[in-house]
């Protein structure tokens, strides 16, 4: 990890995986011991497409600095087509995203599948480094409903 | 040779063809009417692009044998178009010479209605020398 | 509010080596709706499990979250401890603080702030848990199986044997399919019909084999276990229990003008007529498109020479309905359309000719009684041209994106075949590359290379063009040698590319089956489940999921019948409790959730709606359990919010974000 700790920023990242591949592809980096940031935390659904764009909207209004969807590779989701539909609805809500101000580097689409241990930890590796480039989120935080 | 790495993209983007998409069938050499008179053929006018040699390709006197039938356009089963990676060849030494043999003007008056616009356009530039 | 225990693990010392699961318990305790924490070093053991259950009887909990390895190590596991305790299973969530926790981080502090993280949000997701019930279809004990090729066939003799009644349903009159047509098979070149006929006559004979031909699936409604289908049984014009097979009305038939199917068009058959001599069953059909009793009204010579009067014009379609419990598609291909190909000259001459073509050419039963000739002149031929890849392997509209797979194999057959009878032919392949991986494939089309001479260049023809003198002309490149070739040739076989039958997407569609670009059925998994469809319930077999020589065929209809027969062994169908639910209120009966539904387990209905108070009449979506498999693509798709899946709601999903985030 090249990544700079001195400074006091903390990115919070949240990651979608789907179950069959992502999710199973974050279990082989693990049980193989690939590190990636603490920064990031997975939330498990069933398929990319169950990622509904409010649950992205819902974490940059909580103060996420950056959301990944993690799906089966295209053509290999375990519900045939469920990460076309995942990005396709991602593409139209990042791009939305991006004019309103969150950066289209906060936003990512991967595809891992359950062998790929190690493009799951570079890829995390590479998308909390672009966070870190880019600092805190800070142009929604107004927008924020504070609990 | 950096220009070579240039002049093969510019080939690339004028005639729109990927030569990565070739599967070295040969159907383009076996349906060209030229085929015995050039010196570089067809199908290795799409791996001399890929392999980016394109000082020999400009020296080629194919170029000027290509009647641009574009019999191997139609018929290449992977949309490779070695026709349109000859006339772009043509179109980049054409375009690093100087004067027009014709001008623009001209052109109205010698035009044939029946004439596919492709051909005469790469009929311009073949008897230009 | 639940009333929440949580469970750390330490996994000796995988996780508690790098978390502080201590703390993990402490922060767990001031969490809401936690009213129970503790840790243990192997909560997966029996004595782990035996403290969630004490903690889930003592407490009364209502939810359980275990701080463990990964769900798909153990969800089941504590899932099951937890339903012996009395607790609904899916009221158990995992906080995976191994794989994506202690296993990935060195620093204890940064870790155990992700554990504890990972712990809240898997608490503030059990809070919103609803207890799930696992429901029970049942299963029809029979199987469909559509398509009667050696897929078919192979399908349901081993269904058959496993003891469920099978129904073949075959389009053509009789089953047989492609491989019927075949001369010899390679790489061991036995005949063909020797070793499928057998076959045939096994399924026709067998108790719980039921066929179907000359018939067509019309209509399929119903879900795994449970399927209805129609199908039509055509009007063959001659009563099946009376006929005897003797064969006089074909040979009496006075219309014997009507190209010949089985015979690729190459001859001419009767009005009525059996496919070929080992049709199965073996009692004619009359072609109503071409006989002239239809036609004109005026003939009706079969009915006459019939001696068991088992001809009846006034025969009608009968359509029969049957339920089943698992349906197998093995529908098969046939060869693709050339007309786009005047290149080859395939339309232009008698003499540029199929491969298939060539087959019955070569067949003792076929066009020319199994003498190589021309269909020209009937002269025999000296030079021999075959182009390999005619409509495979193409990027551009006029044929296929995938390799054939058959056709390097029996054109090395056909060279060798021909160069074995007749010597004194010449035959040339031109190629672009030759693919034989497969048991003794190599070492075969070697063989006529070494042995039989068979001239293979590599390089594709450019054209054909006949001659005046009936000839041949073949232009083609020699890449090797750089040079162009022009090679006169007395007959052209083309090896065309295969493609799934046309009806299949009109099957498919029936089935909501997937079906991809090139009309081939999708697996469910390209690897790991290569016969199923992911429509539950739906199997493939053979061609129809993707090009395949003969072995492989009839080893995927083994696997196909299979897992039929693992569906069909059980007598209820547990379907999983995690699937899509429309909230009838919020519904406005768009139908936009159906669409995006892969599996067609979206219907509507009209119901009877109480909103508040107001009671009509509304058109509302309404999901089918048993075919739902809880992707979610529906949930995202409804515009009003009325779709949720149980088990990964909106609300769970947020307050997991709203965890995490906060």
């Given at each position: 990890m090249s990544i700079n700790n001195n400074s006091e920023f903390k990115p919070k990242i949240v990651a979608f995986c789907c179950n069959w591949c992502s999710y199973a592809g974050a279990d082989l980096a693990g049980s193989s011991r690939l590190t990636y940031p603490a920064d990031v935390k997975i939330i498990r659904v069933p398929c990319s497409c169950r990622v509904n764009p409010m649950f992205i909207l819902r974490a940059f209004e909580k103060?996420?600095?950056?959301?990944?969807?993690?799906?089966?590779?295209?053509?290999?989701?375990?519900?045939?087509?469920?990460?076309?539909?995942?990005?396709?609805?991602?593409?139209?809500?990042?791009?939305?995203?991006?004019?309103?101000?969150?950066?289209?580097?906060?936003?990512?689409?991967?595809?891992?599948?359950?062998?790929?241990?190690?493009?799951?930890?570079?890829?995390?590796?590479s998308f909390v480094e672009k966070i870190y480039s880019l600092g805190k989120n800070v142009r929604l935080e107004d927008l924020r409903c504070k609990n | 040779m950096k220009s070579e790495k240039k002049q093969a993209e510019k080939i690339k983007e004028i005639s729109g063809v990927n030569p990565l998409k070739c599967m070295k069938c040969g159907k383009c050499s076996a349906t060209c009417p030229s085929f015995a008179e050039m010196d570089i053929k067809p199908h290795q006018f799409v791996s001399y692009v890929q392999n980016e040699e394109i000082e020999e390709l400009t020296k080629s006197v194919s170029l000027w044998k290509c009647l641009s039938c574009f019999a191997c356009v139609e018929r290449c089963p992977r949309d490779v178009k070695p026709g349109k990676i000859i006339d772009a060849v043509r179109q980049l030494v054409e375009r690093e010479k100087d004067g027009d043999y014709l001008s623009p003007n001209e052109i109205p008056e010698l035009l044939d209605p029946e004439i596919p616009q492709q051909l005469l356009v790469s009929a311009f530039r073949r008897y230009r020398r | 509010m639940q009333r929440i225990g949580v469970f750390v693990c330490h996994c000796g010392s995988n996780i508690a080596a790098t978390v502080d699961v201590k703390k993990v318990v402490e922060?767990?305790?001031?969490?809401?709706?936690?009213?129970?924490?503790?840790?243990?070093?192997?909560?997966?053991?029996?004595?782990?499990?035996?403290?969630?259950?004490?903690?889930?009887?003592?407490?009364?909990?209502?939810?359980?979250?275990?701080?463990?390895?990964?769900?798909?190590?153990?969800?089941?596991?504590?899932?099951?401890?937890?339903?012996?305790?009395?607790?609904?299973?899916?009221?158990?969530?995992?906080?995976?603080?191994?794989?994506?926790?202690?296993?990935?981080?060195?620093?204890?502090?940064?870790?155990?702030?992700?554990?504890?993280?990972?712990?809240?949000?898997?608490?503030?997701?059990?809070?919103?848990?609803?207890?799930?019930?696992a429901g029970e279809s049942r299963v029809t004990k029979r199987a469909l199986v559509i398509g009667g090729g050696i897929a078919g066939i192979q399908t349901a003799l081993d269904i058959a044997e496993a003891g469920y009644p099978v129904d073949i349903v075959e389009k053509t009159p009789s089953i047989g399919g492609r491989m019927s047509q075949l001369d010899k098979t390679f790489p061991t070149l036995d005949c063909s019909a020797c070793i499928l006929t057998p076959k045939m006559v096994e399924a026709n004979a067998h108790p719980n084999i039921n066929i179907y031909t000359y018939s067509e699936v019309e209509k399929v409604s119903g879900f795994v276990g449970d399927f209805t289908v129609d199908i039509r049984k055509k009007a063959r014009s001659v009563d099946m229990s009376k006929c005897t097979g003797c064969g006089v009305c074909q040979e009496k038939c006075p219309n014997k003008k009507t190209p010949n199917e089985f015979n690729r068009g190459l001859n001419n058959r009767s009005a009525i007529y059996t496919p070929f001599a080992q049709a199965i069953p073996n009692v004619p059909v009359i072609d109503r498109e071409h006989c002239t009793k239809f036609l004109t009204g005026k003939c009706g010579i079969c009915a006459k020479v019939c001696q068991a009067g088992a001809v009846d014009y006034e025969q009608q379609d009968e359509i029969i309905t049957e339920k089943y419990g698992a349906i197998v598609v093995a529908t098969g291909f046939n060869m693709i359309n050339l007309d786009k190909y005047d290149e080859y000259a395939y339309s232009q001459s008698k003499d540029v000719i199929t491969s298939l073509e060539l087959e019955r050419i070569m067949n003792a039963a076929g066009p020319t009684k199994g003498h190589l000739e021309r269909l020209s002149d009937g002269k025999a031929p000296k030079e021999m041209v075959f182009i390999q890849c005619v409509g495979s392997r193409c990027a551009d509209k006029r044929g296929k994106s995938y390799c054939s797979k058959i056709c390097c194999m029996y054109t090395a057959k056909h060279?060798?075949?021909?160069?074995?009878?007749?010597?004194?032919?010449?035959?040339?392949?031109?190629?672009?590359?030759?693919?034989?991986?497969?048991?003794?494939?190599?070492?075969?089309?070697?063989?006529?290379?070494?042995?039989?001479?068979?001239?293979?260049?590599?390089?594709?023809?450019?054209?054909?063009?006949?001659?005046?003198?009936?000839?041949?002309?073949?232009?083609?490149?020699?890449?090797?040698?750089?040079?162009?070739?022009?090679?006169?040739?007395?007959?052209?076989?083309?090896?065309?590319?295969?493609?799934?039958?046309?009806?299949?997407r009109n099957i498919a569609t029936m089935l909501t089956a997937s079906i991809d670009t090139n009309d081939f059925l999708t697996e469910a998994h390209a690897k790991l489940r290569p016969v199923e469809s992911p429509t539950a319930g739906i199997f493939l077999s053979g061609v129809c999921q993707g090009p395949k020589d003969i072995p492989e065929t009839v080893s995927q209809a083994g696997a196909a019948a299979v897992k039929a027969i693992g569906l069909l062994a059980k007598d209820k169908l547990t379907t999983n409790p995690c699937t899509a639910k429309a909230d009838e209120l919020m519904c406005n009966g768009c139908s936009q959730c159906a669409n995006v539904c892969p599996y067609g387990a979206i219907s509507y209905e009209t119901k009877l709606i109480n909103d508040h108070g107001v009671r009509e009449d509304r058109r509302v979506a309404v999901v089918n359990s048993a075919l739902c498999q809880g992707c979610g693509a529906c949930t995202v798709t409804c515009p009003s919010g009325a779709m949720d899946l149980q088990g990964f709601s909106n609300r769970q999903i947020l307050a997991e974000v709203d965890a995490i985030c906060r």
């Open positions: 103060g996420a600095d950056g959301v990944i969807l993690c799906g089966c590779h295209p053509g290999d989701c375990h519900y045939t087509s469920g990460n076309f539909y995942a990005r396709r609805r991602m593409t139209l809500l990042f791009s939305m995203l991006d004019y309103i101000g969150v950066e289209n580097g906060r936003t990512r689409v991967e595809w891992v599948s359950a062998a790929e241990g190690v493009k799951f930890s570079a890829t995390m590796n | - | 922060m767990a305790m001031c969490e809401p709706g936690v009213v129970h924490a503790e840790d243990y070093p192997y909560m997966c053991s029996e004595a782990g499990q035996a403290k969630i259950q004490a903690a889930i009887k003592e407490k009364n909990l209502g939810g359980v979250v275990v701080c463990s390895c990964s769900p798909r190590m153990h969800e089941n596991t504590f899932r099951k401890a937890a339903e012996k305790a009395g607790l609904n299973p899916y009221m158990v969530e995992i906080a995976n603080i191994r794989e994506h926790c202690s296993w990935i981080h060195k620093n204890m502090e940064e870790a155990t702030e992700k554990a504890v993280i990972l712990m809240k949000a898997a608490v503030a997701k059990v809070n919103l848990n609803t207890p799930l019930q060279a060798m075949l021909i160069r074995d009878k007749y010597p004194d032919v010449n035959v040339t392949v031109f190629y672009i590359d030759v693919r034989t991986p497969g048991k003794n494939f190599d070492e075969f089309y070697r063989r006529a290379v070494e042995e039989y001479g068979v001239n293979y260049i590599k390089g594709q023809v450019g054209k054909v063009i006949p001659q005046p003198d009936g000839k041949l002309l073949v232009q083609g490149s020699d890449l090797l040698s750089n040079k162009q070739i022009l090679k006169e040739a007395d007959m052209v076989v083309l090896a065309a590319a295969i493609e799934p039958e046309p009806g299949v």
